[in-house]
T-cell receptor, first 118, second 113 residues
Framework: GAVVSQHPSWVICKSGTSVKIECRSL??????MFWYRQFPKQSLMLMAT?????????EQGVEKDKFLINHASLTLSTLTVTSAHPEDSSFYIC??????????????FGPGTRLLVL | AQSVSQHNHHVILSEAASLELGCNYS??????LFWYVQYPGQHLQLLLK??????LVKGIKGFEAEFIKSKFSFNLRKPSVQWSDTAEYFC???????????FGTGTRLQVFP
């Protein structure tokens, strides 16, 4: 089955530092990857859509300069939380849509990255 | 506005009880519907999905869901739950020709032996 990995699985950092989270599709190519944020006991909120070879599309209210997304290849997307603050602490989850699938096909989710900013 | 509502936030059941989790959506046009499950400490997994055809879809682990277009609903059911079904369940929708998923707020299911 399709597998999506994330690295790191958890990270603790000091306020003001930047943190990079990687999302990889291990056994398929993904034209599109998605980044979500999940607060405790709440649903997943889509932050942005990452498209290989082009700029990411951010959802309303998400600061593009704070959450930098780079989709460098068909198997890798990165999310960099710049100048992280305690309110950025959250669970970040990525998902990927297989390249061969039509729009609307199943997304495969990564295991998530828990970020704690002190 | 596009949205998904899950009315049951927390459900507690005994093993062998029947389960039905409600999901209603608001979305213009043709939709694809999904139920995802998140077991404690694990990532989201697809339970089942509806794209077209038979509105009663069967998924893994004995789950099924029925798409009722007139009611904009996609309720999840299981005749007899097990302790291992304890998890968070999310209903999600996207448009026929778009990848953007909209999630409901989730339902936490606790099953006691």
């Amino acid at each position: 089955g399709a597998v999506v990995s994330q690295h790191p699985s958890w990270v603790i950092c000091k306020s003001g530092t930047s943190v990079k989270i990687e999302c990889r599709s291990l056994d398929f190519q993904a034209t599109t990857m998605f980044w979500y944020r999940q607060f405790p006991k709440q649903s997943l909120m889509l932050m942005a859509t990452s498209n290989e070879g082009s700029k990411a599309t951010y959802e309303q209210g998400v600061e593009k300069d704070k959450f930098l997304i780079n989709h460098a290849s068909l198997t890798l997307s990165t999310l960099t939380v710049t100048s992280a603050h305690p309110e950025d602490s959250s669970f970040y989850i990525c998902s990927a849509n297989p390249r061969s699938g039509r729009a609307g096909e199943t997304q495969y989710f990564g295991p998530g990255t828990r970020l704690l900013v002190l | 506005a596009q949205s998904v509502s899950q009315h049951n936030h927390h459900v507690i059941l005994s093993e062998a009880a029947s389960l039905e989790l409600g999901c209603n959506y608001s979305y213009g046009g043709t939709v694809n519907l999904f139920w995802y499950v998140q077991y404690p400490g694990q990532h989201l997994q697809l339970l089942l999905k509806y794209f077209s055809g038979d509105p009663l879809v069967k998924g893994i682990k004995g789950f099924e869901a029925e798409f009722i277009k007139s009611k904009f609903s996609f309720n999840l059911r299981k005749p007899s739950v097990q302790w291992s079904d304890t998890a968070e369940y999310f209903c999600a929708v996207n448009g026929y020709n778009t990848d953007k998923l909209i999630f409901g707020t989730g339902t936490r299911l606790q099953v006691f032996p």
